[in-house]
């Protein structure tokens, strides 16, 4: 058996090479370059240059054959302008995903096969098996992809160590794509695999773990997104608490929620997320009466995951005098919900959640994006973690946004269960309820969620760690 590992330079791709060579199979190293410009670079030089040599050292001295492809045209075509479009639209995607749906497991895959590969080994850290019957054996089912037969479920799991799992980047992989996937260092933790590396003497081993945007490496967003989606000044408004008390919506969010509790008590509308280690676990209980939860309406359902509009919000001139000489001057009246704080450079260059970059002071807390308004170009803010803004306890997924690692388990219309969903890369998996619709799949948590993004994936999980499916929020 042939194996083609994608050498990144790093030390996981580094120990996944080292191991399947120690275990006796055929193992060969490929490494690729996805891009060229380094002017968008934080370190401003051509990192993928560093990375190629460390890659080729490693595979000097685990003793396999090295081999280059540039496949930077395929990741800008299928991963840099899906990211420039997502921006522009008010969307923030997830790279790190699209990467390992169309290029390493797709155009990777393809040159790694001309090279004599019956597989590819990455270095994520995740398990994969197949499904197997009550006495052991492999359920087989019909392939739906080249020339038919039978074919294993393919089944992936996060990887063991806690810390480092790195299922949710491959919630899009599918089942073709599974069944020439390998992870060799899935079940095994970093520093296992950092101390592999220095008893092989690997030039990777103490390599520093790469970050930034996917074979990009690590980018002022605003400067990199700037290639292609033009500045344009624009307000940053702060919302106050007091807006959701008179929002219909909010208000009937909040009645809706309460229909469908057990003991018909208000829902909490606020997230007790601080961080992905603090306050986010999914411990508890489930205080929704399933019965009552089936029997609401796609209207209910979609009133539930809509975010919060705040067009509503409309701030009114007045004119004054001021100074000695009684300049006529104009200043925006008081309004008791909200007030203009500041002056971006493009809504599309900001996010649901963050808080670096909005150079707004004279607040005891730290101050979060809440919404984006591309057609009119507004950012709406607001203060505190607790801020009601930043919180939702339902996701909407239109069905052509689906995927299903496990198409077995798919959902029909009118179905729904329990799953374990992360709507982020690291975030502590949350209890939720699935409810699939003729339209769109419902994700419904147990408690509110900090910062849901459209544009990134929520990926949901099976109570024994297995990823079966994601979707685009």
């Known amino acids: 058996?042939?194996?083609?590992?994608?050498?990144?330079?790093?030390?996981?791709?580094?120990?996944?090479?080292?191991?399947?060579?120690?275990?006796?199979?055929?193992?060969?190293?490929?490494?690729?370059?996805?891009?060229?410009?380094?002017?968008?670079?934080?370190h401003g030089e051509c990192e993928w240059e560093e990375d190629r040599f460390v890659a080729e050292m490693v595979a000097r001295k685990i003793g396999i054959p090295f081999y280059f492809v540039d496949l930077s045209k395929e990741y800008r075509q299928k991963?840099?302008?899906?990211?420039?479009?997502?921006?522009?639209?008010?969307?923030t995607p997830n790279p790190d995903v699209l990467c390992n749906r169309e290029i390493k497991f797709a155009a990777f895959w393809e040159t790694a096969k001309k090279l004599g590969a019956d597989y590819v080994a990455t270095g994520h850290y995740c398990r994969k098996d197949t499904l197997k019957d009550a006495n052991g054996q492999e359920v087989l089912?019909?392939?739906?992809?080249?020339?038919?037969?039978?074919?294993?479920?393919?089944?992936i799991f996060e990887g063991s160590d806690p810390n480092k799992d790195q299922s949710y980047f491959l919630c899009q992989l599918t089942q073709e794509q599974l069944s020439t996937a390998l992870f060799p260092i899935g079940d095994i933790c970093k520093p296992e695999v950092r101390r592999l590396a220095a008893e092989a003497d690997l030039p990777s081993a103490d390599k520093k773990d790469s970050q930034g945007i996917c074979f990009v490496g690590k980018v002022d967003l605003p400067t990199f997104l700037k290639q292609k989606l033009e500045a344009k000044e624009g307000d940053v408004v702060e919302v106050y608490p007091?807006?959701?008390?008179?929002s219909s919506q909010y208000q009937e969010i909040a009645e809706i929620l309460r229909s469908i509790s057990m003991d018909g008590a208000e829902a909490d509308m606020i997230s007790s997320?601080?961080?992905?280690?603090?306050?986010?676990?999914?411990?508890?209980?489930?205080?929704?009466?399933m019965e009552k939860l089936a029997g609401l309406s796609d209207d209910q359902l979609d009133c539930l995951s809509r975010e919060i509009d705040y067009s509503s919000i409309h701030f009114e001139t007045e004119t004054y005098r001021s100074g000695r000489k009684h300049v006529k001057k104009t200043r925006y009246k008081e309004n008791p919900f909200a007030k203009i704080v500041g002056r971006h450079d493009g809504a599309h260059f900001y996010t649901i959640g963050q808080r670096k970059g909005l150079n707004i002071g004279g607040h005891s807390d730290s101050i979060f994006v809440i919404s984006t308004d591309i057609d009119k170009n507004i950012i709406y803010v607001g203060q505190g973690h607790r801020h009601p803004g930043l919180s939702r306890s339902c996701l909407r997924i239109p069905l052509e946004d689906l995927h299903w690692i496990r198409p077995d388990l798919e959902l029909k219309s009118g179905?729904?269960?329990?799953?374990?969903?992360?709507?982020?890369?690291?975030?502590?998996?949350?209890?939720?309820?699935?409810?699939?619709?003729?339209?769109?799949?419902y994700i419904l948590f147990d408690s509110p969620q900090r910062g849901i993004t459209p544009g990134q994936f929520a990926v949901w999980y099976a109570a024994d760690d297995e990823m079966i499916g994601s979707g685009v929020i």
């Not at 991963?79 to 969307?91: I, P, Q």
């Not at 007091?242 to 008179?246: D, G, L, N, S, T």
């Not at 179905?415 to 799949?441: D, F, G, H, W």
Request: glycine share 10%; with cysteine; proline share 3%.
């Open 1 to 42: 058996m042939k194996i083609c590992v994608g050498l990144s330079g790093g030390v996981d791709s580094s120990v996944a090479a080292l191991l399947l060579k120690r275990q006796g199979y055929d193992v060969f190293g490929l490494f690729m370059q996805n891009w060229h410009d380094a002017s968008t670079t934080l």
């Open 79 to 91: 991963v840099v302008e899906y990211m420039f479009a997502e921006y522009a639209a008010g969307r």
């Open 141 to 155: 089912v019909p392939k739906t992809w080249g020339d038919g037969g039978m074919t294993p479920v393919y089944r």
């Open 242 to 246: 007091e807006f959701y008390e008179q």
């Open 273 to 289: 997320y601080i961080s992905e280690t603090k306050g986010a676990g999914s411990e508890g209980v489930c205080h929704w009466d």
């Open 415 to 441: 179905e729904m269960c329990r799953m374990r969903v992360r709507i982020r890369y690291r975030q502590p998996l949350q209890n939720a309820t699935l409810l699939m619709r003729k339209s769109a799949l």
